[in-house]
């Protein structure tokens, strides 16, 4: 199976920056999709945006477009999420989670790490 970690969360004031990293272990993801998605409170978890592991395809939510950017280091085995420009709106625990296929949905979603909490205020 796949283990993923997330980490890089914290409070930010409204405009700052934050990089999410999602480090995994006990196998390499390399042949899977990987997502960001958020959850903040009352509220249904949500997709942030998504990248397959060649490098050829990211999608991401229209709200955090021109803002947030996913990227991947094979290497390390990490997948990044680059969040600039942060709104309270982003205020939300923030996972990560591997795909079988490229899919922008909770459901074809096979793996999950635990969450970084990310609080902006304004």
């Known amino acids: 199976q796949v283990q993923l970690v997330e980490s890089g969360g914290g409070l930010v004031q409204a405009g700052g920056s934050l990089r999410l990293s999602c480090a995994a272990s006990?196998?390499?993801?390399?042949?899977?999709?990987m997502g960001w998605f958020r959850q903040a409170p009352g509220k249904e978890r949500d997709f942030v945006a998504a990248i397959a592991w060649n490098g050829r395809w990211t999608y991401y939510k229209d709200s955090v477009k021109g803002r947030f950017t996913i990227s991947r280091d094979s290497a390390k085995n990490t997948v990044y999420l680059q969040m600039n420009s942060l709104k309270p709106e982003d205020t939300a625990v923030y996972y990560c989670?591997?795909?079988?296929?490229?899919?922008?949905?909770?459901?074809?979603?096979?793996?999950w790490g635990q969450g970084t909490q990310v609080t902006v205020s304004s």
């Open positions: 989670a591997a795909s079988g296929v490229l899919a922008t949905t909770i459901r074809n979603y096979d793996y």
């Open positions: 006990g196998r390499t993801v390399s042949g899977y999709n």
